[in-house]
């Protein structure tokens, strides 16, 4: 990694607050993330105590009410946060995203009894959650999951396998999506199940192209008892909760992405800067000048349409469609920023002695996570153009 350090990111923040809170984040990656990063990404190490210390930051739970231990910042401000922990590592900015996504239905959908009980907890009291949605034949095609649970007098017991849990086994809490009636989305139910609960078991990390560091498993439900106390929402309300937290947490990808882009964009920039070849750097030369003017474009391009659709979801308006295309275009530019990045470092960009090919790597599951980007074409056609004939 080069010595060189861009200046950081320009950031138009809503309040002084929000501006406070930028300088911690950035202060603690800087102190915290960054310096082992690479090392502990390469060792698979995941990085538990930090999350610790995120939640007695408060910065676990920046989007939720302050009634209940959240920060009360706005998505404008809280995706902002993600991006400068993403750019430090992924694996800490995405397990920010993640749980985040499994406080989502709780705090969104759950009685006031359920919020007092259980929300301080997973919002600031070092608590790390994960969410339960996606099975072995069940990925894109989430309304057809077959994990079911069974209502027995006031508790429910649940069997079945859920698939790509990140913080699958060492989380505290699950936010898991079962069948409790028919076929279809309207026969699926949320609940909050301990990470303890008897019967759930989580089987060895899945062996990933990159953030190794963040654990990513099967989760095995063999008769685990849930007390109806324990239901989110309404019976069959389920998948709707779902849908709701997946807009959310396409734009926290978005964020990540983004974040995983400038990162990339930077170590190009620093390299070049200093890197000489015929007698001069190779940042004079007109090919790789427009090569960096193409990353930033798309990097700022990238984090103008992610704020859009924050701000709409901060005013209460519709962002469905918004979020869609921000988690589609802000993958899709860290795939190319990323990749351009290893190409301008030339053979130094396929080593492990830059951080440029972890980048690419990261990168690339980001177009996958949280619905592919097949699925956000098909969601924001749908808005376009209404749904499809059969």
């Known amino acids: 990694m080069t010595d060189y350090g861009p200046p950081p990111v320009d950031r138009r923040l ?7 809170l930028m300088t911690l984040v950035r202060e603690l990656a800087e102190r ?21 210390l995120l939640s007695e930051s408060g910065l676990l739970s920046l989007p939720y009410a302050e009634e209940f231990g959240g920060g009360d910042q706005p998505y404008e401000v809280y995706l902002q946060v993600l991006e400068e922990l993403a750019a430090a590592r992924l694996t800490v900015g995405l397990g920010v995203s993640v749980h985040t996504l499994a406080c989502h239905a709780l705090a969104g959908y759950g009685t006031k009894e359920q919020r007092a009980e259980h929300l301080p907890a997973m919002l600031g009291g070092g608590l790390l959650g994960a969410y339960c949605l996606s099975e072995p034949a069940s990925g894109s095609d989430a309304a057809s999951l077959t994990t079911r649970a069974s209502r027995q007098g006031d508790s429910w017991t649940i069997d079945g396998t859920k698939a790509w849990t990140t913080h699958g086994g060492v989380a505290d809490f699950y936010t898991v999506l079962a069948r409790t009636g028919g076929g279809g989305a309207r026969g699926i139910t949320a609940f909050l199940v301990p990470g303890d609960a008897e019967g759930l078991s989580a089987a060895p990390p899945e062996r990933k192209m990159g953030m190794k560091g963040s654990p990513t498993a099967q989760l095995h439900f063999d008769g685990v008892r849930v007390p109806d106390a324990r239901r989110i929402g309404d019976e069959g309300q389920g998948f709707a909760i779902a849908l709701s937290a997946l807009d959310s947490g396409r734009l926290g990808i978005a964020a990540c992405a983004i974040g995983v882009a400038q990162a990339a964009l930077d170590e190009a920039l620093g390299y070049v800067a200093e890197r000489r070849q015929f007698g001069r750097p190779i940042a004079d030369f007109q090919g790789l000048r427009f090569m960096l003017a193409d990353m930033a474009t798309q990097v700022e391009a990238g984090r ?14 519709p962002f469905s469609k918004e979020a869609a295309m921000a988690k589609l275009f802000c993958t899709d530019t ?41 699925i956000q074409r098909m969601v924001i056609a749908r808005h376009l153009a209404g749904p499809e004939t059969h």
Do not use: H, S
């Open 14 to 20: 809503p309040t002084e607050e929000a501006r406070d």
């Open 32 to 52: 915290e993330i960054r310096p082992t990063a690479a090392e502990e990404e390469e060792a698979g190490r995941f990085p538990r105590d930090l999350f610790r």
């Open 304 to 317: 103008a349409l992610y704020l859009t659709a924050a701000r709409l979801r901060d005013a209460g308006q």
């Open 334 to 374: 860290a795939m190319r920023v990323t990749t351009d990045a290893v190409q301008l470092l030339g053979g130094y960009g396929y080593t492990l002695d830059f951080p440029a090919e972890r980048y690419m790597r990261e990168a690339k599951v980001l177009q996958i996570v949280e619905g592919t980007n097949q």
